[in-house]
């Protein structure tokens, strides 16, 4: 049987041996699916994982027609390829030009200073990143305000508070990717420190000097080449004990990995808000010695000052290509949220996707989205399921943002170093997925004539993180093996 054969073919000869086995024996027999790709089968064998673990659907984008069918209906867990559904909903529910504003309200400033609190309403924004901080209070600082006599008030209603655990999902609260989502959330709540051999030392800086922060550097330099896990090298560990947060690092940092960055979430959003508000601040020249409390503006306050984010197209290229888990869960929840609704949930929001994918004519039964970012234990999908939504958003109006924001394989995001010197740079836009048991692939590839084919790869198994090479082997298929039939017709992006 030749690999290349396209699967509706097979439907059809399925579908009749079907049918003659139930007629003859009244009794329902398994019919063999098709072959996998001699590569894959070789990866899956190197790589002891059992062939009923993987899911796989190849499908030719313009006539829809499934050039590979594995275990398509089997749900799964996706690990991040859950950011595809959440991050296509947007798209279909907000549009690619869909932005978030964060407003500043207080009275207005006589002589520089602003008699009272200032209120700060966070409206959900997935990307406020501290250069967008900055240039809001520096927006603030030129509309006349200097010295501030009175508190942060944060409006943060938006989204329901308490409802999430950092510590949920592997009891690591203080991972960066664990971090909750807030309405109003700076910098992804992100202490980032920078690392660099200098000499005979290895430097460890903060991004900020945030109060209760205690750094403790063994680290030496090392030489040789960068390693791919560039932090194999040497231990981390974070302590706390309610007054002062620890980072520890002990071992050796090759000198040739150059500048790299660790990040921790180990502050509240009221301590992160309040130590990088008043830094800012007072490198603006303004003056601040206030607390953060939480509450809304009283009404007739003026605005003073606006920050209005980047477009939704903009900032799921970050969810995606960069598989970002805080912007992936905040875009989820505001999702859930609508005029006349007290707050945001991730229970409403699960049932605003299934809303939208039924509108659109995907029905997935078989759905359970925990928090949209595919962090969870929990999260199901089947490749089928998943595969028809690519074909859908690559016919639909919103094409090329969805394409755009997927990883580039061998040029940027998390793909940037797959297959390197094998002449594929650039031909799959992919997002990329793990979880300890899970890894898994999907996006959109050329075939070697131009042909643009839709691809979902799903390893579930405890060896699930030696399947890479099974990825590879269906990407090279793909790119360059692969028997192109005549009946296809030829669509580009």
């Known amino acids: 049987m030749q690999i290349s054969i396209v699967v509706y073919r097979w439907g059809i000869l399925l579908g009749l041996g079907w049918c003659l086995l139930w007629g003859a024996t009244g009794v329902a027999q398994t019919v063999p699916e098709p072959s996998l790709p001699p590569g894959v089968m070789q990866a899956l064998l190197a790589a002891h994982i059992p062939a009923e673990a993987l899911s796989i659907v190849v499908q030719d984008v313009a006539t829809q027609n499934q050039v ?6 089997v749900p799964r867990n996706p690990a991040s390829l859950m950011k595809l559904v959440t991050t296509y909903s947007a798209l279909v529910a907000l549009g690619p030009t869909k932005t978030w504003d964060t407003e500043i309200k207080g009275a207005e400033p006589v002589a520089g200073v602003l008699a009272g609190n200032l209120y700060i309403a ?101 030489a040789g080449s960068c390693p791919e896990d560039w932090k194999s090298t040497f231990d981390r560990k974070v302590s706390d004990n309610g007054q002062e947060v620890q980072v520890t690092l002990a071992g050796e940092y090759v000198a040739s990995c150059g500048k790299k960055m660790l990040s921790y979430s180990i502050l509240s959003n009221d301590e992160y808000i309040l130590s990088t508000f008043s830094k800012i601040w007072g490198e603006l020249g303004g003056h601040f010695s206030g607390k953060v409390v939480k509450g ?40 859930g949220w609508t005029e006349g609704v007290e707050y945001a949930s991730a229970t409403a929001s699960a049932r605003k996707v ?13 759905l359970v989205m925990e928090n949209g970012s595919g962090l969870s234990r929990q999260a199901r999908i089947s490749a089928g399921h998943l595969s028809q939504l690519l074909i859908k958003a690559a016919q639909g109006p919103y094409q090329p943002e969805f394409v755009a924001s997927l990883g580039l394989v061998g ?75 005549a009946h296809w017709t030829t669509a580009h992006f």
């Not at 590979?68 to 209906?73: D, I, Q, T, V, Y």
């Not at 809304?296 to 900032?315: D, I, N």
């Not at 299934?354 to 078989?366: D, N, S």
């Open 68 to 73: 590979l069918r594995w275990n398509a209906e």
């Open 122 to 222: 966070g409206s959900g924004d997935p990307g406020l990143t501290l250069e967008h901080w900055e240039t809001l209070l520096r927006s603030l600082r030129i509309r006349g305000v200097r010295d501030i006599h009175g508190d942060l008030v944060l409006d943060v209603g938006k989204f329901q508070e308490g409802t999430q655990d950092p510590n949920g999902f592997d009891h690591q609260g203080f991972r960066a990717y664990n971090t909750v989502p807030e309405a109003l959330q700076v910098g992804f709540k992100a202490v980032s420190l920078t690392l660099e051999a200098v000499g005979e030392r290895v430097l460890v800086n903060p991004n900020f000097d945030f109060p209760g922060l205690k750094i403790e550097n063994r680290l030496l330099p090392r």
């Open 296 to 335: 809304k503006a009283p009404a007739g306050l003026p605005l003073l000052a606006m920050h209005r984010s980047p477009p939704l197209a903009e900032q799921i290229r970050e969810i995606n290509k960069f598989s970002n888990n805080l912007m992936a869960r905040t875009l989820y929840l505001d999702l």
């Open 354 to 366: 299934q809303e939208i994918l039924a509108r659109e004519g995907l029905k997935f039964p078989e």
């Open 411 to 485: 040029l940027d995001g998390t793909v940037e170093k797959r297959l390197p010197g094998e002449g594929l740079e650039g031909r799959f836009h992919l997002k990329t997925g793990s979880l300890e048991g899970v890894s898994t692939l999907a996006g959109y590839g050329l075939t070697r004539s131009g042909r643009p084919l839709s691809l979902v790869v799903m390893v579930n198994h405890p060896q699930a993180a030696a399947s890479k090479p099974v990825q590879d082997a269906l990407l090279r298929w793909i790119g360059k093996e692969l028997q192109e039939d």
